[in-house]
């Protein structure tokens, strides 16, 4: 399928999000095609990546912008490459940051809303352009002056989860024309259209860290690691480590208990104590979560309150049947099958059937009976005082925390 022009206005003037990889490439082709006025833009982060590692990251490297800006230059488009390494500090830091307080973070849907879908958004105004037009595999229209975002047909690809975040307002603004395609087709085209990224590979790390280790970036921004004790979700010390920062929640491998028959997994962080707490597959398990900064797209708030939608609470996850019930800015999520793995820092996105009706980011969440995960919510309530909302999980979280620390104090 060929980009159709008839979805928006060819007369339009369009800044393209060009990252030197073969999506992007393909839509400043299929906009140029279509008549479009357009401006690629590409966005420098700071980041030196070591020789021998831009290759497999396809985003935001030096070889990224030159073939970013060939693939312009072929096309007959302006092209910028725009210094946004302030911008990207602030990010880097939110990353740091999630991993000192425990909290897995997700610095892609991030960079969605604060980049990408707004300051190019900024750019572009500068630019007198009417949008940006990106190579995310997502479906987006206008319906009722109202912005429905689909899944991308392509569902191995698909990345409307990584846009939960973005406000209804930019994304009034911004054009998806690969929503309906699928890889293969799109890497088609490029070889079509003699595009030099045709065969290059995708990217498959965060474009900040090298080789996808972020402990060494952890360690470069000065964070030093909080040892503590892994215990069971009896209190039972298991042993030592070095540092609450190598963990998730849901992880099975890599924790250094062996020795069960059952499988153990990372249940709970408890970044005050650095006390890491393993447990079973059901108590890895969620009935509920509490959501933060809510934001809806192409729908209001129920009259009532309350939603009934499919979950998605990471991005290759498939999504699971909940009751979503607002409160001010956020909103208790109730699984009707509980699912693994919940993990606050990470975003949850509301579906209905493949319709991005909104999302937020995981605060806490309930895991097996009598535990409430939620140290981030405690550790602020200690700061500024716990809301209502956050009283519950303050309280039991903190009894969580002695518990442990008793225990380790017991072993020693």
């Known amino acids: ?204 790390e965060i474009c900040f860290v090298p080789s996808n280790d972020y402990r060494k970036l952890l360690a470069e921004k000065g964070v030093e690691l909080t040892p503590g004790v892994i215990v069971d979700t009896a209190g039972r010390v298991l042993r030592e480590h070095d540092g609450i920062e190598n963990f998730t929640i849901g992880q099975r491998r890599g924790h250094g208990v062996g020795g069960s028959v059952e499988a153990l997994y990372v249940v709970e962080l408890i970044a005050a104590t650095g006390t890491v707490v393993l447990g079973g597959a059901e108590e890895c398990r ?12 192409g729908i209001d708030r129920p009259a009532d309150g309350v939603l009934h939608a499919d979950v998605q609470i990471r991005y290759h996850h498939g999504g699971t049947p909940a009751r979503i019930e607002f409160e001010a800015d956020r909103a208790v999520v109730t699984f009707d099958d509980p699912p693994m793995a919940v993990t606050p820092g990470q975003g949850a996105a509301f579906y209905l059937g493949d319709r991005l009706v909104g999302g937020g980011w995981i605060e806490s969440a309930t895991r097996w009976e009598g535990s409430q995960v939620g140290e981030v919510a405690a550790a602020d309530a200690a700061r500024t005082g716990p809301s209502a909302a956050s009283q519950t999980a303050a309280s039991q979280t903190a009894a969580s925390q002695t518990a442990a620390s008793q225990t380790a104090e017991r072993a020693r």
């Open 1 to 204: 399928m060929v980009y159709d022009a008839r979805v928006y206005d060819p007369a339009e003037r369009l800044v393209v999000a060009m990252s030197g990889g073969v999506d992007s490439s393909v839509v400043a082709w299929m906009l140029r095609e279509a008549g479009h006025e357009l401006v690629g833009l590409f966005m420098r982060n700071g980041v030196k990546v070591p020789e021998g590692e831009a290759s497999k990251k396809s985003c935001c490297s030096a070889s990224d912008a030159r073939d970013a800006r060939m693939v312009a230059g072929g096309l007959g488009i302006p092209f910028q490459a725009v210094d946004l390494k302030r911008d990207f500090a602030e990010i880097i830091d939110y990353f740091v940051q999630s991993y000192r307080r425990g909290r897995t973070p997700n610095p892609c849907a991030v960079c969605n809303r604060d980049l990408k879908f707004d300051r190019l958004l900024e750019l572009a105004d500068e630019l007198g352009a009417a949008g940006v037009a990106t190579g995310h595999y997502a479906r987006l229209a206008i319906v009722d002056g109202r912005v429905h975002l689909r899944r991308g047909v392509d569902r191995k690809k698909d990345q409307s989860y990584q846009l939960f975040a973005v406000s209804e307002a930019h994304l009034a603004r911004t054009r998806l024309p690969l929503g309906d395609l699928e890889k293969p087709a799109v890497r088609d085209l490029a070889a079509r259209a003699g595009l030099r990224t045709a065969a290059k590979r995708d990217s498959q």
């Open 286 to 297: 969620s009935t509920q979560m509490v959501v933060e900064d809510v934001n809806l797209i």
